[in-house]
């Protein structure tokens, strides 16, 4: 779906009133970034009781009740910011990424267009219009697969739309530092991820950055953090090679197919999609794995696909167990 939280700057007419306020309103993002979300919650509501239309703070109260998993709440910041603010296209952005991931994306559709007529080249809001319109399509196929499930022609392009697209729209990022003029874009540590709830796809997901450096777990699951996601780039990396039997390897015998269809077909589904496009790249961002007990674990990325037929990223799972002291893929799941 998207190169992932790729930065822009919309100019504002709005300015802080003095360095003090853009310094405070820095140390809140901090804080909301390092997971401290009650106590940054707590400070910007303080600091918007002294300067209750400040737009960057009520943008940053958005991004973290979107952390904090209140999205009633988040929604009602961003649908009034957008109201005192129509010319900024980020609050309209990430209300469609919280409309968006409680299936409400006729909503979406409506806020994406909103940001993008405020900034027409808002790269965030496109993208995410665009996966809209694909989960829209999705389910267009859907029920033309329930009228007539012989529709081959559905049953392909549902396929696609299901694989490629499936991940998560992108939520504008709360900036670094407030800026005198402008607003910058970016999505929350957790997100949104939540809402980059992204899409078909957030926000923020909806703010943090995404890290360059993998996550290290500490004392003796370390080893079997770098383990797991040295597997799963090992996966993408015979996905992007077209190795289509050293990719199927990745999978355990019990793996659960997606629409539960028999191995079988989905194995030939999977050889018919790698052969197909002459070129293919699969990217792995931000890595998080979880293990749950012995044997058991889970890897949560960031998928960038890209191929001479489409682009598309979103946010993946890879439930994983150990077989025979190697990880395999036991289920693949879109959030």
């Not at 300015?15 to 390092?34: N, P, S, W, Y």
């Not at 409680?102 to 808002?122: D, M, V, W």
């Not at 993998?214 to 992007?240: C, F, Y």
């Amino acid at each position: 779906m998207h190169p992932l939280l790729r930065r822009t700057a919309v100019t504002l007419s709005l300015v802080l009133a003095a360095a003090v306020h853009a310094d405070e309103l820095q140390d809140i993002t901090r804080m909301m970034r390092q997971g401290q979300l009650p106590q940054s919650l707590e400070r910007v509501d303080k600091f918007l009781a002294g300067k209750p239309r400040d737009a960057q703070a009520r943008f940053l109260r958005g991004l973290i009740l979107t952390e904090m998993n209140r999205p009633a709440e988040a929604i009602q910041v961003f649908a009034k910011l957008s109201e005192d603010y129509p010319e900024l296209p980020e609050p309209f952005n990430n209300l469609a990424v919280l409309y968006a991931s409680q299936g409400q994306y006729e909503k979406a559709r409506t806020a994406l267009e909103s940001s993008i007529r405020t900034h027409p080249s808002y790269a965030t809001a496109h993208e995410n219009l665009g996966d809209i319109y694909a989960k829209l399509a999705s389910q267009a196929y859907d029920k033309a697969l329930q009228l007539d499930s012989s529709n081959t022609g559905a049953k392909t392009k549902l396929a696609m739309i299901g694989e490629l697209i499936g991940g998560g729209a992108r939520t504008a990022r709360a900036p670094a530092r407030p800026e005198p003029v402008k607003m910058a874009e970016a999505a929350p540590a957790k997100a949104a991820d939540a809402a980059k709830v992204s899409v078909v796809a957030s926000a923020a997901k909806s703010g943090a950055e995404p890290k360059s450096a993998e996550p290290k777990a500490a004392g003796g699951q370390a080893a079997e953090t770098d383990e797991l996601i040295n597997t799963v780039r090992a996966w993408a990396s015979a996905w992007a090679k077209k190795d289509v039997a050293g990719y199927l390897a990745h999978y355990a015998k019990d793996f659960k197919t997606p629409k539960g269809e028999a191995r079988g077909d989905w194995e030939k589904a999977r050889k018919q999609r790698i052969s197909a496009p002459k070129k293919i790249e699969v990217g792995i961002e931000s890595p998080k794995v979880s293990i749950s007990g012995e044997g058991a674990a889970s890897v949560n990325f960031r998928q960038i696909y890209r191929s001479d037929v489409i682009k598309a990223s979103g946010t993946k799972t890879l439930v994983m167990v150990k077989t025979n002291g190697k990880w395999l893929i036991r289920e693949e799941r879109v959030n």
